[in-house]
């Protein structure tokens, strides 16, 4: 069975930093490109930074200098630290997987979303 279990959001003053993690099981991690999407009401959910198997790096123009995604595949485990933080900021964050499964086909799954609020 896949998850992809998101923890860190919260609630964070304009200029604040967190650190969102995204734990993942049942896939292959190391052959799996992973993503973090954000996703406000009303709107659709859009990409704020991406790291492939191979860790190359790519980051929406909204976030570029101000938010950095990493991943630890001894830990199967991605995540996006967040600094400089802006209310335009605020959303719910969700993982993404794209690779191999275990047992299974190559895949996409999603996490479940952890709440960032940005306000004084």
């Known amino acids: 069975q896949v998850q992809l279990v998101e923890s860190g959001g919260g609630l964070v003053q304009p200029g604040g930093s967190l650190r969102l993690s995204c734990a993942a099981s049942g896939i292959i991690f190391s052959t799996n490109d992973m993503a973090w999407y954000r996703q406000t009401p009303g709107k659709q959910r859009e990409v704020v930074a991406t790291i492939t198997s191979a860790s190359n790096r790519d980051y929406a123009d909204s976030v570029k200098g101000r938010f950095t995604i990493s991943r630890d595949n001894a830990k199967n485990t991605v995540y996006l630290q967040m600094n400089s933080l802006k209310p335009e900021d605020t959303a719910v964050y969700y993982c993404?997987?794209?690779?191999?499964?275990?047992?299974?086909?190559?895949?996409?799954?999603w996490g479940q979303g952890t709440q960032v609020t940005v306000s004084s």
């Open positions: 993404k997987s794209d690779g191999w499964v275990v047992g299974g086909p190559r895949r996409i799954y």
